[in-house]
């Protein structure tokens, strides 16, 4: 079974398409998909769908979904000419939950987790244009936000939380490699569109900062600072972070700039913490 969740949800078996067209059980095969090969609660699907109260029919209600995945998942078997497993293999009951079984097949979120490992290593051993490169191949399997044409309830959200969260940090280390490289004005165009999206982002706002300067741009390098400074201000009640002011003071000074440091200008932290959320 293929598992695709980094954008719209797509999930195959023998190459067959078995994602539903009814927005409840595709919320399942999500969750399902999300946590594969790991044995997911009933409960934790009831409350995914229905919150803390669900109705007296949750029960039966699921296992109507569960039967009508397996219905695909068989007509997707057969298809393929698969003889050896059913679909009570591939989407198992098991004591307490459901377990989807993915067998061989390939999950883009594992993909991106062990490419963008690769990237993160180099990054440590200062090897930027292989960090750069292993970071795009990553970045390149995601096709919008995760998940994001189903409607993700209380244990959804936290998970397609947590991979836009590693998408940042493999978007922050690619731009720092970038930025190492000396491809400062090749960035622009990205970080004016990033800084967009995520208005509160100071790592973000950093490396613009230093693309900007870097590009004999120190004015508007200087007014990204208090662009950010003034929407921290008014939305977060937050001023701007140490790193952030040392990285101000040294452009306002013109002194010599060196590359971000590791993490994008050690900033990420704070970004992570005040600017996941993007506008619009």
């Not at 980094?6 to 398409?17: C, F, I, K, T």
């Not at 795009?136 to 998970?159: F, M, R, S, V, Y």
């Not at 720092?176 to 706002?205: F, K, M, N, Q, W």
């Not at 662009?227 to 939305?235: E, I, K, P, S, Y």
């Amino acid at each position: 079974m293929d598992i695709d969740v980094l954008g719209a949800l797509a999930v195959r078996e023998q190459g067959v398409s078995v994602t539903p067209t009814a927005p409840k059980p595709r919320q399942v095969l999500a969750l399902l998909a999300l946590n594969a090969d790991q044995v997911l609660p009933v409960a934790t699907v009831i409350e995914e769908l229905w919150g803390t109260e669900p109705p007296r029919s949750a029960r039966p209600t699921l296992q109507t979904y569960i039967l009508q995945l397996r219905e695909l998942i068989e007509a997707a078997l057969r298809q393929g000419d698969e003889t050896s497993r059913g679909a009570k293999d591939v989407l198992m009951t098991v004591p307490g939950g459901y377990l989807l079984n993915t067998g061989e097949g390939r999950s883009d979120v594992r993909d991106f987790e062990r490419i963008a490992g690769a990237g993160y290593r180099a990054m440590d051993a200062e090897d930027y244009p292989q960090a750069a490169k292993r970071l795009n191949e990553a970045l390149a399997l995601w096709t919008g936000q995760a998940l994001a044409d189903i409607q993700a309830g209380p244990h959804l959200k936290p998970q397609i939380k947590r991979l836009e969260e590693s998408r940042l940090c493999a978007l922050d280390q690619r731009i720092d490699a970038d930025l190492r490289l000396g491809r400062h004005r090749e960035l622009l165009a990205e970080l004016t569109v990033l800084i967009s999206r995520y208005p509160t982002h100071e790592s973000l706002y950093g490396q613009f900062m230093v693309a900007l300067h870097r590009s004999g741009r120190r004015g508007e390098a200087l007014n990204a600072y208090q662009q950010l400074r003034t929407t921290l201000v008014r939305d977060l009640g937050l001023e701007p972070s140490a790193a952030l002011v040392k990285l101000q003071r040294s452009i306002l000074v013109s002194g010599p700039l060196s590359a971000p440091a590791s993490g994008g200008t050690g900033l990420n932290g704070t970004a992570a913490d005040r600017g996941l959320t993007p506008t619009g």
